[in-house]
């Protein structure tokens, strides 16, 4: 990268491989369960992948609770290279970063007018302490809001890939079936095609509900209109996604702290031991897992051509 495009935030991630930006054009699509069962779905793709969460919906920040952080002791410590993520597992392969840790009461609002939230976009970006990641899974709010222009205003220079980085950010965009959350969704796919952001594809969440007792399939919010809408939008279509009770049951004991991070002392197991990655390990067992893991090794395989893509054109230039 030349001097010219070099930034604090550019530096910083430079140890980053790959950046996933996850959008959706309205709220309760389930975006941020989303983000966390991407990135705990490209954690089984390879051993040894390490992945970063940053939270971005500064308002409404649910990650921590999401992952099992939402608790005593589970907060951001400075050091002297930056902010440390809290991790979710003893081998630290996923790291979290949310305005949750930084709060001094969890149930406090969030009160900012645009310029504060991008001081706080701009520190997460260019303070945090990732190390070496394979991906950084960025979940942000809904809509196309100054979270978003921000988030996009400083990553700006890796958008110029150079051949020791080929990859730039790209985007997985969230939607459920009904043509209210469609009509939302194509809003988000026009804003990335304003800011020229590349997108993997798109996921279709809530894709029907599977009864836990017969098998059978209820399409409540409709079905197939997330793949229509990525058919007519030209983008990739990642996969269908039904509500799952095992996810919702293990969602909701993570919340309440009974599925902690295996880092923290709340992780030790009745004999004393600790689980490796507890959250992983139980979130394997559920059927959402097996959904996630097709849409996963989707969006690698996405990045992986347009890594080649790209390299190819930079060595003809």
Same mark, same amino acid.
């Given at each position: 990268?030349?001097?010219?495009?070099e930034?604090?935030?550019?530096?910083?991630?430079a140890?980053?491989?790959?950046?996933?930006?996850?959008?959706s054009?309205?709220?309760g699509?389930?975006?941020?369960?989303?983000?966390? *069962?991407?990135?705990l779905?490209? @954690?089984? *793709?390879?051993?040894?992948?390490?992945?970063?969460?940053?939270?971005l919906?500064?308002?409404?920040?649910?990650?921590?609770?999401?992952?099992?952080?939402?608790?005593?002791?589970?907060?951001? +410590? *400075?050091?002297?290279?930056? #902010?440390?993520?809290?991790?979710?597992?003893?081998?630290?392969?996923?790291?979290v970063?949310?305005?949750?840790? /930084?709060?001094k =009461?969890?149930?406090?609002?969030?009160?900012?007018?645009g310029?504060?939230?991008?001081g706080?976009?701009r520190?997460f970006?260019?303070?945090?302490? #990732?190390?070496?990641?394979?991906?950084?899974v960025?979940d942000?709010?809904?809509?196309?809001? =100054?979270? +978003?222009?921000? @988030?996009?205003t +400083? @990553? +700006?220079?890796?958008?110029t890939?150079?051949?020791?980085r080929?990859?730039?950010p790209?985007?997985?965009?969230?939607?459920?079936?009904?043509?209210?959350? /469609?009509?939302?969704?194509?809003k988000?796919?026009?804003?990335?095609r304003?800011?020229a952001?590349?997108? @993997?594809g798109?996921v279709?969440?809530m894709a029907?509900?599977v009864?836990?007792?017969c098998?059978?399939i209820?399409?409540?919010?409709?079905?197939?209109?997330?793949?229509?809408l990525a058919?007519e939008q030209?983008?990739?279509?990642?996969?269908?996604?039904?509500?799952d009770t *095992?996810?919702?049951?293990?969602?909701?004991?993570?919340?309440?702290?009974e599925i902690?991070?295996?880092?923290?002392d709340?992780?030790?197991?009745?004999d004393?031991?600790k =689980?490796e990655?507890?959250l992983? =390990?139980?979130?394997n067992?559920?059927?959402?897992?097996?959904?996630w893991?097709?849409?996963?090794?989707r969006v690698?395989?996405?990045i992986?051509?347009?890594?080649?893509?790209?390299?190819?054109?930079?060595?003809?230039?």
């Amino acid at each position: 990268m030349s001097d010219a495009l070099e930034t604090p935030v550019s530096r910083r991630l430079a140890s980053v491989k790959n950046i996933i930006i996850v959008i959706s054009g309205k709220g309760g699509v389930g975006k941020s369960s989303s983000s966390v *069962q991407l990135a705990l779905s490209l @954690l089984n *793709q390879a051993p040894g992948t390490r992945v970063g969460l940053l939270d971005l919906d500064l308002t409404g920040p649910s990650l921590p609770r999401m992952v099992g952080l939402d608790i005593p002791g589970a907060t951001v +410590h *400075q050091s002297s290279a930056g #902010w440390v993520p809290v991790y979710v597992d003893r081998e630290r392969r996923l790291g979290v970063m949310s305005i949750g840790f /930084l709060l001094k =009461d969890r149930g406090d609002s969030i009160v900012w007018r645009g310029p504060k939230k991008d001081g706080m976009i701009r520190q997460f970006l260019s303070e945090v302490r #990732w190390g070496e990641l394979d991906y950084l899974v960025i979940d942000t709010p809904p809509g196309t809001s =100054d979270e +978003h222009i921000s @988030l996009l205003t +400083h @990553l +700006h220079p890796l958008f110029t890939p150079t051949p020791e980085r080929p990859t730039t950010p790209s985007a997985v965009v969230i939607t459920t079936p009904q043509q209210t959350a /469609l009509n939302d969704t194509l809003k988000s796919i026009s804003f990335t095609r304003k800011l020229a952001l590349p997108v @993997l594809g798109l996921v279709e969440n809530m894709a029907g509900y599977v009864c836990p007792c017969c098998d059978e399939i209820s399409d409540l919010f409709g079905s197939g209109g997330g793949e229509r809408l990525a058919e007519e939008q030209g983008i990739g279509f990642l996969g269908r996604v039904p509500i799952d009770t *095992q996810l919702v049951k293990l969602l909701d004991a993570v919340s309440k702290g009974e599925i902690p991070g295996a880092d923290t002392d709340q992780g030790k197991e009745a004999d004393g031991s600790k =689980d490796e990655f507890p959250l992983l =390990d139980k979130y394997n067992a559920t059927t959402s897992s097996k959904v996630w893991s097709g849409i996963a090794a989707r969006v690698v395989e996405e990045i992986e051509t347009r890594r080649a893509t790209i390299a190819v054109r930079l060595t003809t230039v």
